[in-house]
């Protein structure tokens, strides 16, 4: 393996949550597809904190088996490709976090952690973010009026939340709010660059006094045609540049062909805005991750 062109899927679903291929499944297509590392990330369990099943989340009588069988995997695959186990965790204020104790007590090798979920101050029922373009524009209506700042404002205050709270190690998909906006303004740009700056120099501030937050250059939406770019944008990730904020290439894959789906593009990006690497997950000692970083070269 030349670990100049090191890849890794770190953010991966199987039918143990919403994707659609198994473990050993998804393994076998990542070996053959020459990354060195897969990382299995199922969402964590969310409904009984929700009061309803959500149709997305690993059920909470699947969680032994899931663990079961990616631990299997790891032992199987060794020498091949490093299977490592994960969980998507979201947050939610005062209901869920990263750092719920279902969340540590299971020994995990890394969590991502994502917002999904936005719960309107009017009381209005709770929608995801990055759900079907009609729920995402009732929750518009219902929950903010139509205030398009205000969902902005509240999506990336929960982010800010999490990343104060802290508890995990790669943020999840950092703008995906931006998933049903494509061809529409309904929030102030600028404002929300604003935000995106915070963010940034919060994870800044958090990993100089040793966090080791680190941020996915997700290519879901673009293998799902669902957005035109990576997550975060090319703004986003410019302000994560001069942060000198650390970034891993992830596909956040539902199936096994989107495995290392647009990564080219994710590479390409990246180079094109000068960042001088991207980072593969090595292991975990005393709850901290060690990364290893990998040097990006235009030929890749």
Known sequence: MNPEKSLSSMHTHTIFCDGKDDVETMCRVAYEKELCIIGFSAHAPISRQIGKESGWNMKEDKVDQYV?????????WKGKIDVF???EADYIKGIRSPLDTDITSLNLDYIIGSVHYLFPENGAEPFTVDGPAEEFEKGLKEGFNGDGD?????YYDAVTEMITMGGFDILGHVDIIKKNCNDKNYWSKENELSRQR????LIKGKNSKSTNIIIEVNTGGLNRNKTIDVYPSVPFLQIIRECNIPVIITSDAHC????NGNYDVALNTLISLDFKEHYLFNSKINTIPVWQKIKLQKNI
Request: net charge neutral; glycine share 4%; proline share 0%.
């Open 68 to 76: 079961t069988e990616v631990l299997a995997a790891k032992e199987r």
């Open 85 to 87: 186990l994960g969980l």
């Open 150 to 154: 205000a969902l902005m404002h509240c």
């Open 198 to 201: 915070e963010i940034a120099n």
């Open 256 to 259: 096994a062909k989107h495995i």
